[in-house]
Every structure is written in C-alpha cells, then in structure tokens.
C-alpha cells in the first residue's frame, strides 16, 4: 500500500524559507509523477506543483512561480517544495498527492494523499 508522509512544515515570518519533504513508500517512487497541494481554513484544496517522475518536467501555479520550487530524489523515494520568500497568503496545510498512473492526473482527484503539514506565515 502506497504511504506518503509529509513533514517539514512550522511558523515562518514573512519573506523567510521553508523546506517540505514527502516520504513515499510502497511501491517504486521512480515511476510516478508527484504533486504538492495546499488548503487554506475556509477554502478549496489547490494546486501548488507538480513533478513527472523523472524530475524532468515542474509545473506551478502562478501565484508561486519564481518563489517554490519542487525537486525529487529517486534515490530517498522523496518528494520536496522549497519555499522562499514566504507570504502570509502561503498559510495552509500542504499535502502530496500522487496517482496509480505514470503521470498526476489533472484536478483534485488523486489516488493517494499524504497527512498534511501545516505552513504558518505571520505577517
């Protein structure tokens, strides 16, 4: 059974850095395309971004774009999203998402979804 945990998150003033790690375990990480997401109290889960799963290819939302960044190393079945230049907008519980597919199906429909780790940005 495919298991995803996230970690990494805290309480960061604004314009600092954080780093989220997702471990995966249960099958071989290598050949999935993986995906970070994030949800705000009182909104809709949202995309952030998006990996294939060569790391050949990222995807990002806007509003991100030029501050995160997601990597993976194949070799620790690890997924990461390196966040700088944090905003208080940025506040939510972010999750990894993967699919029983070689690449991250579109939309919020996912196969299987990590816990969560709670991002706080104070103003």
């Known amino acids: 059974q495919v298991q995803l945990v996230e970690s990494g998150g805290g309480l960061v003033q604004a314009g600092g850095s954080l780093r989220l790690s997702c471990a995966a375990s249960?099958?071989?990480?290598?050949?999935?395309?993986m995906g970070w997401f994030r949800q705000a109290p009182g909104t809709e889960r949202e995309f952030v971004a998006q990996?294939?799963?060569?790391?050949?290819?990222?995807y990002y939302v806007d509003s991100v774009k030029g501050r995160f960044t997601i990597s993976r190393d194949n070799a620790r079945n690890t997924v990461y999203l390196q966040m700088n230049s944090l905003k208080p907008e940025d506040t939510a519980v972010y999750y990894c998402?993967?699919?029983?597919?070689?690449?991250?199906?579109?939309?919020?429909?996912?196969?299987?979804w990590g816990q969560g780790t709670q991002v706080t940005v104070s103003s």
């Open positions: 998402a993967t699919d029983n597919a070689a690449n991250l199906r579109v939309g919020l429909r996912h196969d299987y």
């Open positions: 249960g099958r071989t990480f290598s050949s999935y395309g």
């Open positions: 990996i294939t799963w060569s790391g050949g290819t990222t």
